[in-house]
């Protein structure tokens, strides 16, 4: 009997290791959903509990930001919701351009299926909502139940297992990123204050000069801070939402490398013939094949596609930071106190409700089933009718988006808080009915397969 010989276990070692759990663990996509519903219920309980007051006293801490002249007053809440979610839509901004370049956007006949799918899912559940809200006090929440949050539907899909077909995910992180724009354009028009025109002079100043070193060719990352900042607060002074400055400049970032370093390539090329000669000795060194394939990866850093670069730099930041952080400042609902009777609140609640349970999946499965009949588009390749029911329930995560279009159309309390509260629990019922009919079809797949 042989014993294999173990590789010693050095502090180098152990550090490496660590370090990969924890890559791992931050780009498992089924992960931020478990994060994200942790920090929900954690906000929820702790705004239920004897510490609720400590919870509110938190959120409405102030602060005071200074840029030169200029000082802005606010809280903490303010800072979680107009300036951290900036950097969230910043990162939604690019994958939308990520698509729109080498993606499910980049082709027309390619994109149709989630574009219609997407635009009955928004229609549906606004519907539902009016039907149900027709009184001017509560019509303007039509929008809170159209929105998908991307993370956690992705990251409750990867729970069902690699069984369900690619195409799903892509069908509904498409549809997804489809539903942020609309979500986007609903926001700029529907959501915003009187236009402010000196605000709209510096946003337009701020989206020039960003367009001019794009042009220019600028790589220096201090040259986008700043117009950045200043498109950030000429949106605030003209009353469109500040945080779309993200989109802007997500939508702006720069598909390919400005310039690629000539000795970067040459130092690549190097080592891929050190590879192929040690792969063809009988005896290959190991050691120096992957100390080659190390020096690889270290250059291939400056040929990787800025906005790739740069998602996947954030990503980590805004799936298991910023979104959590938001989460447990704006779920935190004090359910004792909300009278779903008073002033028609649960007409509110049903109507947000409602729209995410039935609304999205009929209004995906249902404009989606025409536009098949019509021949406008068709199924991917290993996705039946089935699969696109599956789309639907997960589409009804609303959730981090859905909060957020809360708090845009209600000022009053009461039906903010019966808002939040719509959304929470029709997230909550979209998730299970997706993981349990998605769950009975893998196990379809796998019968099928065999």
Request: net charge positive.
């Amino acid at each position: 009997m042989f014993l294999l010989k173990q590789p010693r276990l050095t502090a180098n070692t152990l550090a490496q290791k660590i370090v990969n759990i924890v890559e791992c663990f931050l780009h498992t996509e089924a992960m931020s959903g478990v994060v994200l519903l942790i920090a929900a219920i954690g906000a929820f309980l702790l705004a239920n509990s004897p510490f609720h007051e400590i919870y509110d006293t938190l959120w409405h801490a102030p602060l005071s930001l200074s840029l030169g002249h200029y000082t802005l007053s606010c809280d903490l809440h303010f800072l979680v919701n107009d300036i951290l979610m900036t950097i969230f839509f910043f990162v939604a901004g690019m994958e939308i351009r990520r698509e729109i370049y080498d993606g499910a956007l980049a082709n027309l006949k390619q994109a149709i299926l989630p574009v219609i799918a997407a635009a009955g899912g928004v229609c549906f559940p606004a519907i539902i909502y009016i039907l149900l809200n027709i009184a001017p006090s509560r019509y303007s929440g039509w929008a809170i139940p159209t929105a998908t949050d991307i993370a956690f539907a992705i990251g409750i899909l990867a729970l069902l297992g690699r069984s369900i077909p690619d195409n799903i995910r892509i069908i509904l992180l498409s549809l997804a990123i489809i539903d942020d724009v609309i979500a986007v354009i609903v926001i700029a028009l529907f959501y915003s204050n009187s236009f402010n025109l000196f605000g709209l002079f510096i946003a337009i100043c701020a989206i020039g000069f960003l367009l001019l070193i794009q042009w220019k060719k600028v790589e220096a990352r201090f040259f986008y801070i700043v117009p950045t900042t200043i498109l950030w607060i000429g949106l605030l002074r003209t009353g469109v939402h500040p945080s779309l400055s993200g989109i802007i400049l997500g939508l702006l970032v720069p598909v390919l490398p400005i310039q690629i370093p000539k000795s970067s390539l040459e130092q690549i090329a190097k080592k891929v013939k050190i590879i192929h000669k040690q792969l063809n000795n009988k005896k290959p060194d190991m050691d120096i094949v992957r100390h080659a394939l190390q020096n690889i990866c270290k250059k291939n850093r400056n040929i990787v596609l800025p906005i790739t670069r740069m998602r996947m730099a954030l990503h980590p930041w805004v799936t298991f930071g910023i979104m959590p952080v938001f989460a447990f400042a704006n779920t935190g609902v004090h359910f004792s106190n909300v009278d779903f009777l008073s002033e028609d609140a649960g007409f509110v609640l049903a109507g947000v409700t409602l729209g995410l349970i039935i609304g999205k999946p009929t209004g995906i499965l249902l404009t989606s089933f025409v536009a098949l009949k019509i021949g406008i588009c068709r199924l991917p390749p290993n996705v039946s009718w089935r699969g696109m029911v599956l789309v639907g329930l997960l589409a009804g995560i609303g959730f981090t988006m859905a909060i957020f279009l809360s708090m845009l159309a209600f000022n009053k309390v009461t039906y903010l808080s019966v808002a939040k509260i719509g959304v929470l629990l029709g997230s909550s019922i979209s998730c299970i009915l997706g993981l349990v009919y998605g769950f009975f079809y893998a196990r379809f797949l796998k019968h099928a397969t065999n």
